[in-house]
């Protein structure tokens, strides 16, 4: 596993190398604004096998996914409602997973089967200027053994992992103490998956001033 320090490297130098391993194929672990994740192309099956494996995480559970831009969107996933789009508008970059009807084709490796898909755009992060860099959808699952926490320091990642990622970018501790905020909005109705970073009380209140 290659590892370089945004101590020590320069910034642009690590966005260029992260980009070529992804574009590769490969797996990239690097700090988000919450935690560390791990980093790979959502259209690379080899890839997505080993995150899973690397993981140690059940074929059931799904993979979420960062993407560059709202635009980027209709990439991944099918019919959106135009109040969603607002929310994310509102929210994106930052800590707000939306779980969407996967568009056709996206692999069930990251859908697990459910035909829907979890996406967001990162918060100012190493993971957001990556995504900005390579405009591919990629993974961005936490970096953690399935069950257990997630990693907030490059130490802790190789702990978990040792040499499973094929590079590892040093950002030092990662701001975050909660993960992204998972929801759902569909027919009007809004169902928080997982509360995180973001609260309901916040999501409602922008909804209601979408309104016309």
């Known amino acids: 596993m290659e590892k370089v320090s945004l101590q020590t490297a320069g910034y642009q130098e690590a966005i260029q190398s992260a980009s070529a391993v992804i574009e590769q194929g490969g797996i990239v672990c690097l700090p988000t604004e919450t ?3 791990l980093c790979a192309r959502y259209d690379s099956p080899l890839a997505l096998s ?3 494996e690397m993981k140690q995480r059940p074929r059931g559970k799904a ?3 960062i993407i560059a831009a709202l635009a980027d969107l209709d990439l ?3 019919h959106t409602d135009e109040a969603l789009r607002k929310l994310a508008g509102h929210f994106w970059p930052g800590p707000l997973t939306l779980l969407l ?3 056709g084709g996206i692999s069930d490796l990251l859908t697990a089967g459910t ?3 979890a996406v967001r755009v990162p918060g100012a992060s190493f993971a957001y200027d990556l995504v900005q860099k390579i405009r591919t959808p990629m993974t961005a699952t936490s970096a953690n ?3 257990m926490s997630p990693a907030e320091t490059a ?3 190789t702990r978990y992992f040792g040499d499973g990622p094929d590079l590892l970018v040093d950002g030092g501790k990662t701001m975050g103490t909660s993960p992204s905020t998972i929801i759902e909005f569909e027919g009007g109705t809004l169902r928080v998956v997982r509360q995180g970073a973001i609260s309901e009380d916040d999501i409602r209140s922008v909804l209601l001033s979408l309104k016309p």
């Open 50 to 52: 080993r995150l899973y």
């Open 63 to 65: 993979m979420p996914l």
């Open 101 to 103: 009807p996967a568009k």
């Open 155 to 157: 130490e802790e990642v």
């Open 115 to 117: 035909g829907r898909i």
């Open 35 to 37: 935690f560390y994740g």
């Open 145 to 147: 053994l399935s069950g």
């Open 76 to 78: 991944v996933a099918g």
